[in-house]
């Protein structure tokens, strides 16, 4: 399925479910710049990594008028444990139904060990406050990565 969420183009709005039983609607966070970053799944290596380096940024996102959010099918009860586990810093949003997954392009096909399968392309968007998408990293390295899409948000 092809994806309109391409730089300059409108963020594909969203309501989910988020960690601590509560709900994000993507057009509430306008007047903010927000980095939606997805990920595969909540408590393996890479996924800790990234969103304890996010956490770990997010008085200095603040300041750059910035919110930080991250997204994986994995359902909302389970990101509330792995954010107590990991004293995390960041909302965490379910899209169990890959809805939102699909229209921001990172719902994909993936090959491990000669076997395909679907799952989430870890992937960052950096929306500007009116809600156009300002930047795009797909295929993401975790090790600098936070660090490198704060860059971007202090240039907004």
């Given at each position: 399925m092809s994806s309109d969420a391409v730089e300059g183009s409108q963020a594909p709005d969203f309501t989910l479910p988020a960690d601590g039983g509560g709900q994000i609607r993507l057009s509430d966070l306008r007047g903010n710049a927000v980095v939606l970053y997805f990920y595969p799944k909540d408590d393996t290596s890479g996924c800790t990594r990234e969103a304890i380096d996010f956490s770990g940024l997010v008085a200095d996102f603040e300041k750059a008028g910035?919110?930080?959010?991250?997204?994986s099918p994995d359902p909302a009860s389970?990101?509330?444990?792995?954010k107590a586990k990991h004293d995390l810093a960041i909302d965490l949003v379910s899209d169990e139904s890959k809805t939102t997954l699909e229209a921001y392009g990172v719902w994909k096909e993936k090959s491990m060990y000669g076997r395909k399968f679907m799952g989430v392309e870890r992937s960052t968007f950096l929306i500007d406050k009116s809600g156009t998408i300002r930047r795009v990293w797909r295929k993401v390295k975790v090790?600098?990565?936070a660090e490198e899409v704060l860059e971007a948000a202090r240039t907004l």
């Open positions: 910035a919110v930080v959010v991250g997204m389970k990101h509330d444990k792995f090790a600098g990565h």
